[in-house]
């Protein structure tokens, strides 16, 4: 027999599968976990991205530390709509500066990823009322807020709250959205920010729809878009002569 065959270690005793079951399974483990970040990155930068509510404009729909999943593919392969509540940066300054967190670097590499929402951008939500082209103005006789000529009756604002407090007629531009939150008399929204670009907010500033309420548990949940409040308003193209934009 070969010296050097003698004198190597014998594996293939109880020792020796011991460290090779221990190896394969925690080289199981970490090659799982790898598949599953990857994942989560991919899914948080191409489809789905996490977010959390700090206040609440948006009630009874959103509450304060709701945390959301927002359709990145929206805008994009599919269309934004009326009703559907978005998630935008703040690209025109509403919400002021924005306080500079504390470095973290465990919380960053996970929002990194995806696993954690982010927090450190500026960002709002809120509900599309009106489309490019679109003619809202508020009031008509009983109160409502009107769409190219036709009210809508808004069953997702804030119990008692007006659908605002204050009148505006507005035409949206090539571009642009008009954006409500749903606690109408706690939401400083495109009525409040008509000297910043008419109010008005870039679709390229929407990140996406929110879809999902993930968190709390009591209240997970699909995020409604109440498409069925606009219905009956017709296309900006198509709305009565008397509504032509001023």
């Not at 599919?78 to 306080?99: I, K, Q, S, T, Y």
């Not at 699909?222 to 308003?233: P, Q, R, S």
Request: aromatic share 8%.
């Amino acid at each position: 027999m070969n010296a050097e065959a003698a004198s190597a270690p014998d594996d293939s005793g109880p020792g020796g599968r011991a460290r090779d079951g221990a190896w394969g399974w925690l080289r199981e483990i970490l090659i799982v976990v790898g598949i599953a970040l990857v994942l989560s990155f991919v899914i948080k930068t191409f489809f789905f991205r996490a977010f959390y509510i700090p206040s609440g404009s948006m009630e009874p729909t959103l509450e304060v530390n709701d945390r959301i999943f927002v359709n990145l593919m929206v805008p994009g392969p599919f269309e934004l709509n009326r009703g559907d509540v978005v998630v935008f940066r703040d690209d025109l300054g509403w919400l002021g500066e924005a306080p500079q967190p504390q470095a973290n670097p465990l919380g960053e590499a996970l929002v990194f990823l995806g696993l954690l929402p982010d927090t450190a951008d500026q960002h709002l939500v809120k509900r599309i009322i009106g489309l490019p082209g679109d003619v809202v103005e508020c009031c008509d006789a009983d109160g409502r807020i009107t769409v190219n000529g036709t009210a809508v009756d808004e069953p997702y604002v804030w119990p008692g709250a007006a659908p605002s407090d204050q009148p505006f007629s507005v035409t949206v531009p090539e571009g642009r959205l008009w954006l409500l939150g749903d606690h109408r008399n706690a939401s400083a929204d495109s009525r409040y920010h008509q000297d910043a670009e008419g109010g008005f907010v870039a679709v390229d500033q929407v990140e996406g729809k929110a879809t999902v309420i993930a968190w709390p548990l009591s209240r997970i949940g699909t995020v409604d878009d109440h498409h069925e409040v606009f219905g009956g308003v017709p296309s900006a193209e198509s709305r009565p002569a008397g509504d032509a934009e001023e």
